[in-house]
Structures are given as structure tokens and as C-alpha cells.
């Protein structure tokens, strides 16, 4: 049986993606791991080729057009065998310990029959070029090691989130739940760590600093110069999850998660702005408009709820200005935690 399968989406990875590949071998036969290669130009295919045919009870490829992250998520999925399914960028790592211990648990739960829809890790983000690191954990957020609901989630504050990174879907929830992430998009993952989560009422968090993101690349999707310039791909992003679920709907979750999905969708919009409004410019001003239209003309419940939370620190303010603090903002976030 394969408990966890592993998606590997690549582009142009030949540098790295091996570091990646090898932590997740650890897991043996009790794991798929599925490497997509998403149309590189470089010698990416030939080593996930070397990878399957060294390691056939493990590893599979898919070859395909590029697409982006987005696609490389939905082509692994379509084809998954794990009980579980987690996405690990062909730069980051897992690490063994921590695998190991997450792997053991699926075990015993599913032996005994109680498998949740979803564990939730902790990750670190490795800072390589100074060897510093920042551990997001979420053992203040719930009890670690039991399986529970979401009524006994502790309140998220600020700009604590759960990221991909931090989560493992049961395979089956994440087709329920229709998941499938926009082509030729960045920052899917926003929407992979929002829109499924009503489906996963059964959680189960494992204290390990599982998930290993790298930090350091000048073209990482994390860097305020390439996060400006794709303001239309989160504008993208942000309509899927104020698209996904209405007001009415997030509020008929229990409490726990019903805290937890506004406070993810306040945060998002905080970072649809700094996107946005981070730069000024006619046709950001009337994407700008034209986004708060549409989630007016769907749900105009969220709208005001949105209009009227973390967004009304900076709503009021002349877009110039607003723009200058929320990237302030995003700059000593960045410093805090070694982001960039």
C-alpha cells in the first residue's frame, strides 16, 4: 500500500531537484513519489528518467507541456495511488526525522482505522546563503498527536497561516473537493491551502519540523520584485477563494474552521494588495476596482466582511501611500522570518 504520494513538480531543475528527490526516497515502498516535469529546457526529464528506472516500485514521471506549479499539482493528483497526497517543490526537502514520524502515524492510523483527512506539519524556512532558519509550528494552534476537530483550533493571529507546506490531504478529500489549480498561475498554492479545507473536518497535527523551504533564489515567487509584477495572477488567485465559498457557507462551518477561513481570506487580501498597490499605474488602479466589483456582485456579505477587516488598516489611505506601508509591512515580515 502507498500511504503518501509525493508530487514533484519541475521546471528547469536540474541543479537542485535531486537534494529534494533523495529526502523523499527515505520513505521507501510505503511511498509514491511523482515527478512532473513541466516542459524544461534542461536535463530535468533525464534524471527523473534515472530516478525511475533505479527506483520502479517508487518513482513515476510525467512528461508534459508547461503549464506552471499549478499544473505540475493537478497532473500528480490525477494519478496518485497514496492514501495521502503532498506537494513538495523540486528545491525544498523533507526532513528524515520528522518523516519517519509522520510516516509511522499514518500507519497506525489507518491500521486502527481512524485516519484523518488531514495531518498539519510544521516547516522551516532555510535560509541557506547565511545558514539561519525560521520554524512556523502550529503547536499553539492544536493539540499535537490526537485527531480532532476543528472546534479545537486555537485562534491564528496576525500573519500565521497554514501554507502548503504544512499540509497532507487524504488523496480522496482533495478529489472531493474538486481541487484544480489555474494553468500558468503563481502563488496556487494560496488556493490549495483554502478551498479544501471544509471538506477535511477530521485533523490531526504532528509536531515535526517536517517541510524544509528553501530561501535564496533571486527568481523565487516570493521576491517583492516578482510578486509586483503578477499582480493579475493573485488577483486571479484571490477570486478563486472569494469565489469558492460564500459568506453564508463559511459561516456555517464550525466554529473553529469558520474563524480560521476569514482570517485566511483577510490575510490573502492583505497580500492582494500589496501586490497591487505596490506599484501605480491606470490599469492597476482599474484591476483594483474591477476585483472588489466582482466580490461585491457575488457575495456582498463577504465583500463587507473583507471591506471591514485587515483591509480597513489601509483602505482609506491614498494609494500611493498605502502602497508604501504595505510593502513596509511585507519588508519587516520578510526580516522577521527570513523570507528574502
Not at 247 to 266: C, P, T
Not at 290 to 319: N, Q, T
Amino acid at each position: 500500500m502507498k500511504y503518501i504520494t509525493f508530487t514533484v513538480p519541475c521546471y528547469n531543475s536540474e541543479s537542485y531537484m535531486r537534494k529534494c528527490v533523495d529526502s523523499l526516497l527515505i520513505g521507501g515502498e510505503d511511498v509514491e513519489i511523482v515527478i512532473v516535469n513541466d516542459g524544461s529546457k534542461d536535463t530535468t526529464l533525464a534524471i527523473a528518467r534515472e530516478y525511475e528506472a533505479n527506483y520502479p516500485a517508487i518513482v513515476r514521471v510525467v512528461d508534459k507541456e508547461n503549464g506552471g506549479h499549478g499544473s505540475g499539482v493537478n497532473a500528480g493528483l490525477a494519478i496518485a495511488t497514496g492514501l495521502y497526497y503532498k506537494v513538495v517543490d523540486s528545491d525544498d526537502w523533507v526532513d528524515a526525522d520528522a518523516y519517519k514520524k509522520v510516516l509511522f502515524l499514518i500507519k497506525e492510523h489507518e491500521k486502527a482505522g481512524t485516519s484523518p483527512r488531514l495531518y498539519i506539519v510544521n516547516y522551516v524556512y532555510e535560509h541557506v546563503a547565511d545558514n539561519t532558519r525560521h520554524v512556523s509550528s502550529y503547536r499553539k494552534k492544536f493539540p499535537a498527536e490526537k485527531i480532532c476537530g476543528w472546534d479545537a483550533a486555537k485562534p491564528f493571529r496576525y500573519s500565521h497561516m497554514l501554507l502548503m507546506h504544512s499540509l497532507i490531504f487524504r488523496t480522496d478529500t482533495l478529489r472531493e473537493s474538486g481541487l484544480i489549480l489555474p494553468e500558468h498561475t503563481f502563488y496556487v498554492d494560496d488556493i490549495f491551502s483554502y478551498n479544501p479545507l471544509p471538506y477535511a473536518d477530521t485533523v490531526c497535527f504532528v509536531d515535526a519540523d517536517f517541510y524544509r523551504y528553501f530561501i535564496g533564489r533571486a527568481d523565487q515567487s516570493v521576491n517583492i520584485v516578482n510578486m509586483v509584477k503578477r499582480y493579475e495572477q493573485q488577483i486571479r488567485v484571490m477570486l478563486s477563494m472569494t469565489d469558492r465559498w460564500t459568506y453564508d457557507e463559511i459561516m456555517s462551518q464550525v466554529k473553529g474552521l469558520r474563524r480560521y477561513m476569514f482570517h485566511a481570506l483577510e490575510n490573502y487580501m492583505m497580500t492582494t494588495l500589496l501586490f497591487i498597490c505596490a506599484d501605480d499605474a491606470p490599469e492597476r488602479r482599474a484591476a483594483y476596482r474591477e476585483m472588489w466589483e466582482h466580490i461585491r456582485a457575488r457575495d456582498e456579505k463577504l465583500y463587507k466582511k473583507l471591506r471591514r477587516g485587515l483591509a480597513a488598516l489601509v483602505l482609506p489611505l491614498p494609494w500611493k501611500l498605502r502602497g508604501k506601508i504595505l510593502v513596509f509591512g511585507y519588508k519587516v515580515l520578510c526580516k522577521r522570518i527570513k523570507l528574502g
